[in-house]
């Protein structure tokens, strides 16, 4: 099972990106996803997650409003949606899968890890 993380890249204040994750050897539609991100030096921090069929979406207080999560059933990708982006937001954006179709935000949660994609916010 391998999740593949891309989108990333770097962008200034107030811009925008759109990180996917696509994920390989099993389907992950009956599984809930989410978007992690880590600082050097900080523990990895919860930004979204979603459940199997969509609906419900959880978000971190410091991304609503700013970002949106969504899945592609059919094409098993998960999709990161970032507006209005701050240099706070800069981080290695990590997607994590589940076994569980239960919604979860705690990392340990997680049962699969993709390999991370940078994206770099200037002001």
């Known amino acids: 099972v391998q999740l593949q993380a891309s989108g990333g890249g770097s962008v200034q204040a107030g811009g925008s990106l759109r990180l996917s994750c696509a994920a390989s050897g099993r389907t992950f539609s009956n599984n809930a996803m989410g978007w992690f991100r880590q600082v050097p030096g900080k523990e990895r921090e919860f930004v979204a997650s979603?459940?199997?069929?969509?609906?419900?979406?959880y978000y971190a207080d410091s991304v609503k409003g700013r970002f949106t999560i969504s899945r592609d059933i059919r094409k098993g990708t998960v999709y990161l949606q970032m507006n209005s982006l701050s240099p706070a937001d800069t981080a290695v954006y990590y997607c994590a899968g589940r076994r569980s179709a239960s919604i979860a935000r705690d990392a340990r949660a997680f049962d699969y890890w993709g390999q991370g994609t940078q994206v770099t916010v200037s002001s």
């Open positions: 979603i459940g199997w069929g969509g609906p419900p979406q």
